[in-house]
């Protein structure tokens, strides 16, 4: 079936350090995928649209200077949190669908648990 | 507004039993489709089952199924025969026709006991 692959699965860094996250889908073409960010024990929620081929689409209160969304590929998203800060730890997870306008579900990868100390 | 609603913050349920976690959802959109998802610690996010607003049946995956009542707006997700391998966060998600996006609910945290 469908496979979205992060990348990496866990970072530890210091502070104002640039962090890059990576989103792969595997054995489908995607032009468009999602970045969530969830806190601990609560929802998921939804940072950006990432569109590949031109800019990708924030959720109010998403710095996009702070999360710099690329989308360069049908394959791959990529997420840089800059200048990184302990209050962006957090566990920042993935998704892309095949198909958005079916009942195709969108996949998820497993995920990216950020530390920032 | 709260487009998803999952009142249950925590479910505790009996190896072998059933369990229902409850759903609402509130769109004006007449298109959309509902997507059940559970959470293991581990943090990736599995696909259970999927209704879309203009089946006329009920979606069943193995031991899930969605009880969707359309003209109340729920789509509650049932579990039979729980396992312990079941003990984790179930997210309810909706997305709409006319946006791509997947709007989640704030979970259940479902616990199995022996």
């Known amino acids: 079936g469908a496979v979205v692959s992060q990348h990496p699965s866990r970072v530890i860094c210091k502070s104002g350090t640039s962090v890059k996250i990576e989103c792969r889908s595997l054995?489908?073409?995607?032009?468009?995928m999602f970045w969530y960010r969830q806190f601990p024990k609560k929802s998921l929620m939804l940072m950006a649209t990432?569109?590949?081929?031109?800019?990708?689409?924030?959720e109010q209160g998403v710095e996009k200077d702070k999360f710099l969304i690329n989308h360069a590929s049908l394959t791959l998203s990529t997420l840089t949190v800059t200048s990184a800060h302990p209050e962006d730890s957090s566990f920042y997870i993935c998704s892309a669908a095949e198909d958005l306008y079916s009942n195709q579900p969108q996949h998820f990868g497993d995920g990216t648990r950020l530390s920032i100390l | 507004a709260q487009k998803i609603t999952q009142t249950q913050p925590g479910m505790f349920v009996q190896e072998k039993e059933a369990v229902t976690l409850d759903c609402t959802y509130d769109t004006s959109d007449p298109s959309y489709g509902l997507f059940w998802y559970k959470q293991p610690s581990s943090g990736e996010m599995i696909f259970l089952i999927y209704?879309?607003?203009?089946?006329?049946q009920n979606a069943t995956e193995g031991r899930y199924s969605l009880n969707f009542q359309k003209a109340r707006k729920s789509a509650n997700l049932v579990i039979s025969a729980s396992q312990l391998g079941d003990s984790a966060m179930y997210f309810c998600?909706?997305?709409?026709?006319?946006?791509?996006?997947?709007?989640f609910g704030t979970g259940t945290r479902l616990q199995v006991f022996p």
């Open positions: 998600a909706m997305r709409e026709r006319n946006t791509d996006k997947l709007i």
């Open positions: 054995d489908f073409q995607a032009t468009t």
């Open positions: 990432s569109n590949e081929g031109s800019k990708a689409t924030y």
């Open positions: 209704q879309g607003s203009y089946d006329q």
